[in-house]
């Protein structure tokens, strides 16, 4: 019997890795901010003294990249000081730690998929405190680094239901068509952790995990109005970058190879298109409600 705590539970991948499909037997303890503040070390230690976890998967962290630059010790204390805490605490009590992080790190200069292997060159507050708890957590020696990129699906109120809801309130919007990713469905992303977690964490060290392919937001918007029958009613309008303000610096391309993870742990991720389409059923029957904001990029970048 493992048991298996998860911070962040009632983040997207957090809840996401709470409801997976766990091996038999295995204990799965889901943590949210309310049980431990991960900031506060004594806090931590308390908690994984009590719960005695066998496995510690961070799923949780400061997500919001733009408020970051006005808030930068607060994602200084959730991105990396929690790294750093957990780390201590998991190694205390004999706990392997899984770290979930972005490929935000990367200064997106490359144009083509990133490897674990390239230079990182983190550009905002958000990007730098990743980095930095990628790099506490790398200081045990086995430990497991997860970089992935744009997240979607599972808990309601992301990216996806903002574009089915303007199609429906609007005639067209734009949408950026310059920054891309590997748009990554969350419980595909869980599902591998699971399995690699179930295979014993055999391979530490840092591994990038997301969909295949690359994608601008652009892209994607066109996927979800196509999927949900109505691109021909909207029109949606390429948007360059420079036509939207945003307090951070964001890389252009985020995409990431994952081979190093399929090599070690033999699992692969599908094309996003793919994945988007089988999850479509379930995510196109959530109600929309009103509109948040308008449809100027896809701003929910955030891993949570």
């Known amino acids: 019997m493992e048991r298996v705590l998860i911070t962040g539970a009632k983040g997207r991948l957090g809840a996401a890795l709470t409801a997976a499909a766990w091996p038999l037997g295995t204990v799965v303890i889901p943590a949210t901010r309310d049980q431990v503040d991960l900031g506060d070390h004594a806090a931590v230690e308390r908690y994984l003294r009590r719960s005695r976890p066998d496995v ?12 970051a630059e006005y808030r930068p010790e607060l994602a200084i204390r959730s991105n990396h000081r929690a790294v750093e805490h957990l780390v201590a605490e998991a190694g205390a009590v004999g706990a392997r730690l899984v770290q979930l992080s972005t490929g935000y790190v990367f200064d997106g200069v490359k144009r083509s998929p990133y490897v674990e292997q390239d230079q990182v060159n983190p550009l905002g507050v958000y990007a730098r405190s990743k980095r930095a708890g990628e790099r506490a957590a790398l200081a045990a020696d086995d430990a497991v680094v997860i970089r992935t990129s744009w997240l979607y699906g599972a808990a309601g109120g992301g990216w996806l239901e903002d574009v ?10 734009g949408v950026v068509n310059d920054r891309f990713g590997s748009p990554t469905l969350v419980t595909e992303l869980a599902a591998a952790i699971v399995a690699a977690v179930a295979a014993g964490l055999d391979h530490p060290g840092l591994f990038h995990l997301a969909a295949p392919d690359r994608a601008s937001w652009w892209d994607l918007a066109d996927w979800i109005l196509r999927l949900d029958g109505c691109r021909d009613e909207v029109s949606l309008r390429p948007l360059p970058t420079d036509q939207r303000f945003t307090a951070a610096l964001r890389p252009v391309d985020i ?8 090599e070690r742990y033999g699992i692969r991720l599908r094309p996003w298109r793919d994945a988007l389409a089988a999850t479509w059923p379930e995510l196109s029957r959530r109600p929309l409600g009103p509109e948040r904001t308008p449809a100027t990029s896809g701003a929910t970048d955030r891993v949570r």
Do not use: C, K, Q, W
């Not at 510690?56 to 408020?67: K, L, R, S």
């Not at 089915?164 to 919007?173: C, K, Q, S």
């Open 255 to 262: 995409s990431l190879a994952s081979d190093r993870f399929a």
């Open 56 to 67: 510690v998967i961070n799923a949780a962290g400061y997500t919001d990249v733009d408020e």
């Open 164 to 173: 089915r809801r303007m199609a429906r309130d609007r005639p067209g919007f």
